[in-house]
């Protein structure tokens, strides 16, 4: 597949939000680190968004971030997804020099899913790195089908494989045939909260009374506190791995 990798073009910020927005499901859209730094990204970091332009068509797009971390792998942070991009951030307002790139987003479009996409933008990330002098890639992944089994721990959800000995889950898969190495899980990867009505409206449930409730699309039970007007909802990612 003859493919483009194109950045650091006008709107590029808008083609991505294009092609991401319709794939998360509505609550995703709103955790506080990502809508208090998104334009950020682009603004500080363009040199490390790209998108893959297959024809006229943009089929998929990466975000990433660079940031230092020299404690062992297996010391991640629990807060994940968001500990990464608030931490690339501040080492970039603090003058700190990277030694790694952190992947915070890979998305493809829903009409090109299932035709090896998410592959070459794994391997355009890795290119990416190397060409930056990283020798490391540490991604929050969030598991595809997780979604479909929140009332399973994702620490028993991630070592499910198939008959072949290959992990279940499809997007782990991904990046475990490109070498990747499943360090641990974070368990507090992003913290998304609202008021009750916020949660109905991104939902389309109604939540009578307090507790937890399987709602489409999240990892795990979001929980609501109608005594206190709050939903709240942390989402679990895994640490990844790609040594360069």
């Not at 979604?147 to 290959?166: A, C, H, M, N, T």
Request: with cysteine.
């Amino acid at each position: 597949m003859n493919y483009k990798v194109i950045k650091n073009i006008k709107n590029h910020n808008k083609i991505q939000n294009d092609i991401s927005l319709p794939l998360w499901p509505e609550f995703m859209l709103h955790d506080a680190v990502a809508l208090n730094n998104w334009s950020k990204l682009f603004e500080l970091f363009s040199d490390y968004q790209f998108s893959l332009k297959l024809g006229n068509e943009f089929v998929g797009m990466a975000n990433c971030i660079p940031l230092r971390w020299e404690n062992p792998f297996d010391e991640l942070p629990e807060e994940g997804w968001d500990w990464a991009f608030k931490k690339g951030i501040e080492d970039r307002e603090k003058g700190i020099t990277p030694n790694m790139l952190n992947g915070l987003q890979i998305v493809v479009d829903r009409k090109h899913q299932r035709k090896g996409v998410s592959s070459m933008i794994l391997k355009e990330m890795k290119k990416l790195a190397k060409n930056k002098g990283f020798k490391y890639i540490i991604i929050p992944v969030r598991p595809s089908l997780k979604s479909k089994y929140p009332l399973i721990s994702i620490d028993d959800y991630i070592v499910w494989e198939r008959e072949d000995g290959q992990l279940y889950d499809p997007w782990l898969r991904v990046h475990e045939r490109a070498g990747g190495e499943v360090v641990k899980v974070c368990h507090r990867a992003m913290n998304i909260k609202g008021t009750v009505n916020q949660w109905q409206d991104w939902t389309g449930l109604m939540f009578f009374q307090s507790g937890e409730y399987v709602v489409e699309g999240a990892l795990r039970p979001v929980n609501i506190d109608i005594e206190n007007n709050l939903g709240s909802y942390m989402e679990p990612n895994v640490w990844v791995l790609h040594k360069i």
